[in-house]
């Protein structure tokens, strides 16, 4: 037969395992994350996952520890006045067991770090395109290097489009990035991927991108008055695309036509 409080503490239970379910059933497995639009992102988003579902096994554990410690050794109207409960200094297997799986989870999310970090940061000296790209105040210059095609920012201020860099589908994109003046900064939200542009220092990442579509760049360090103006994009299209567009753009640089910017509104974010 059960006591009230027994039953009382059941309900409680099943009330915390509704929400906690609902709360998870509600959410996507993204868990805020931009879905991830190269082949980069998707290891830095994998990663994300893995951390956040461990922080949920984590939090639940200590909050259930708690909320049962607060609910099962609470003071009862029974329990007589000044009477105190057991005390007691020291448990080693409990000590050794809350000092070894907290050791071991960093341990295992500390290799995964490495290894995703190993994956994003990797670069190559043979990729199928290599974008020379510099910042400035207040633009962006695109030099897709040994094919004769730049595309820089127009004076940048409010309703200005930025460039728009075309990057070929599922190809090794290597951006060779560095500034022409102070510190600023590469990113394209959808790409999970954010690097400073230092002057005097050349870093260079690769990029694969896996989705075709249009995703918004912008500069990421305050970098002066226009710092927010300093916007562009990039354009993922299929391999064909790209070599139909490079040689259109060649011709047209070629001839001293301006290349053409895209306006606002067409470079607005999402898939093709
Ligand atoms: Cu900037």
């Not at 990729?127 to 094919?147: A, E, L």
């Not at 760049?217 to 567009?245: D, I, K, P």
Request: glycine share 8%; hydrophobic share 45%; proline share 6%.
């Amino acid at each position: 037969v059960s006591s009230p409080r027994r039953v009382g503490s059941r309900r409680l239970l099943a009330a915390a395992v509704v929400a906690g379910a609902s709360l998870l059933t509600s959410c996507s497995w993204s868990f805020g994350m931009p879905s991830p639009r190269t082949e980069q992102a998707g290891r830095t988003f994998t990663l994300w996952q893995v951390f956040f579902v461990v922080a949920c096994i984590v939090a639940a554990i200590v909050y259930g520890l708690i909320v049962w410690s607060l609910v099962r050794y609470r003071r009862r109207r029974s329990d007589e006045a000044g009477v105190r409960g057991r005390n007691f200094s020291q448990h080693v297997p409990i000590e050794i067991v809350y000092t070894a799986i907290p050791v071991a989870i960093v341990v295992v999310l500390f290799g995964l770090s490495v290894r995703t970090e190993h994956g994003v940061a990797w670069t190559t000296d043979h990729p199928d395109v290599t974008v020379h790209v510099q910042g400035y105040q207040w633009g962006w210059r695109f030099d897709y290097v040994g094919q004769g095609v730049e595309l820089v920012s127009r004076p940048s201020g409010p309703g200005v489009a930025g460039p728009q860099m075309v990057l070929p589908l599922g190809r090794t994109v290597k951006i060779v990035l560095d500034s022409d003046d102070v510190i600023h900064a590469f990113w394209v939200p959808d790409f999970l991927f954010k690097r400073d542009a230092i002057p005097g220092r050349t870093s260079s990442f690769v990029l694969s991108p896996d989705h075709a579509g249009t995703f918004q760049g912008t500069c990421a360090e305050f970098c002066g008055l226009n710092h927010a103006y300093m916007r562009f994009s990039v354009r993922v299209v299929s391999a064909a695309q790209f070599q139909a567009w490079l040689a259109s753009q060649r011709s047209a640089q070629a001839a001293g036509t301006p290349s053409p910017v895209p306006s606002p509104s067409a470079s607005a974010t999402g898939a093709a």
